[in-house]
């Protein structure tokens, strides 16, 4: 079993960043890759960035290529997700993933086993 905690959200303003992060915890060494999903209300849950458990690669959407930087603290097990120029369109639910499987798609919420509770980011205009 893997257990992620995120933090990190909140209520911030057009323009503003925020960073948000997810600790693991357990047997982390099932882990091949990380992703960072959110899901706005009525919408389906949407890929938007992903890191190897090594850090060695990442994989951002094409919707916030440019304003958002996804990054590993190894000794932390911590996974970060720094979000910049932040617009309302980016108000969502957030959540941290861990992907275990040899095939599948890293960009498909479906393929990845563990998830946290999500954290909620809200940009007002």
């Known amino acids: 079993q893997v257990q992620l905690v995120e933090s990190g959200g909140g209520l911030v303003q057009t323009g503003d960043s925020l960073r948000l992060s997810c600790a693991a915890s357990?047997?982390?060494?099932?882990?091949?890759?990380m992703g960072w999903f959110r899901q706005a209300p009525g919408k389906e849950r949407e890929f938007v960035t992903a890191?190897?458990?090594?850090?060695?690669?990442?994989y951002i959407a094409d919707s916030v290529k440019g304003r958002v930087t996804i990054s590993k603290d190894n000794a932390k097990n911590t996974v970060y997700l720094q979000m910049n120029s932040l617009k309302p369109e980016d108000t969502a639910v957030y959540y941290c993933?861990?992907?275990?499987?040899?095939?599948?798609?890293?960009?498909?919420?479906?393929?990845?086993?563990?998830w946290g509770q999500g954290t909620q980011v809200t940009v007002s205009s």
């Open positions: 890191i190897t458990w090594s850090g060695s690669s990442t």
């Open positions: 993933a861990a992907y275990e499987l040899l095939r599948g798609s890293i960009y498909a919420a479906g393929d990845y086993r563990y």
């Open positions: 357990g047997q982390t060494v099932s882990i091949r890759t």
